[in-house]
T-cell receptor, first 114, second 112 residues
Framework: GENVEQHPSTLSVQEGDSAVIKCTYS??????FPWYKQELGKGPQLIID?????GEKKDQRIAVTLNKTAKHFSLHITETQPEDSAVYFC?????????????FGKGTKLSVIP | NAGVTQTPKFQVLKTGQSMTLQCAQD?????MYWYRQDPGMGLRLIYY???????DKGEVPNGYNVSRLNKREFSLRLESAAPSQTSVYFC???????????FGQGTRLTVV
């Protein structure tokens, strides 16, 4: 199966600074990499994703980069705001067509200090 | 649209009791998943159903059973609850084509 490592486990930044969270995966056949944000007491919410045929994707203040050769991908949040404080999870999809599994990293607790 | 709905939201069980966690989605997704979330462990896959009529074990299936009742509903059953099953349980669904998974709000289960 797939193994996803995520770093750091906690991250504190000043409001307005950038935050970067990094993940590595083990299965070279994985080809879909979503990122989820989880607020306290809620379920994870998809915020951005990237497929293996793309190296970078942006959505306003959020961007994700993928290095297939090194098997790592990263989440970048610019101009952080207090409402960005949450736990962020990376994930990788593996499996045969029509029967995919999502394997998650252990999460990063991001705190944005006003 | 409600998305993914889980019931109940909270439950306390005594060791040895049984219960079923319910999950329903209204997005016409083919695939559904059950995860458990424990502090510092991330989300671990218990069982999944790639399509109606099929179920497969995930990373941590011991002590659980599942039923894909129809395309909308996927239930998780604990036959004899143990304190080690104290956790927050999440159901998710996704469309095979784009693989974007959507999660429910979770069920917080405590086994005493």
């Amino acid at each position: 199966g797939e193994n996803v490592e995520q770093h750091p486990s906690t991250l504190s930044v000043q409001e307005g600074d950038s935050a970067v969270i990094k993940c590595t995966y083990s299965d070279s056949a994985s080809n879909y990499f979503p990122w989820y944000k989880q607020e306290l007491g809620k379920g994870p919410q998809l915020i951005i994703d990237i497929r293996s045929n793309v190296g970078e994707k942006k959505d306003q203040r959020i961007a994700v980069t993928l290095n297939k050769t090194a098997k790592h991908f990263s989440l970048h949040i610019t101009e952080t705001q207090p409402e960005d404080s949450a736990v962020y999870f990376c994930a990788a999809t593996f499996g045969r067509a029509g029967s995919y599994q999502l394997t998650f990293g252990k999460g990063t607790k991001l705190s944005v200090i006003p | 649209n409600a998305g993914v709905t889980q019931t109940p939201k909270f439950q306390v069980l005594k060791t040895g009791q049984s219960m079923t966690l319910q999950c329903a989605q209204d997005m016409n997704h083919n695939s559904m998943y059950w995860y458990r979330q424990d502090p510092g462990m991330g989300l671990r896959l218990i069982y999944y159903s790639a399509s109606e009529g099929t179920t497969d074990k995930g990373e941590v299936p011991n002590g659980y059973n599942v039923s894909r009742l129809n395309k909308r509903e996927f239930s998780l059953r604990l036959e004899s609850a143990a304190p080690s099953q104290t956790s927050v349980y999440f159901c998710a669904s996704c469309e095979i084509r784009d693989r974007k998974a959507f999660f429910g709000q979770g069920t917080r289960l405590t086994v005493v």
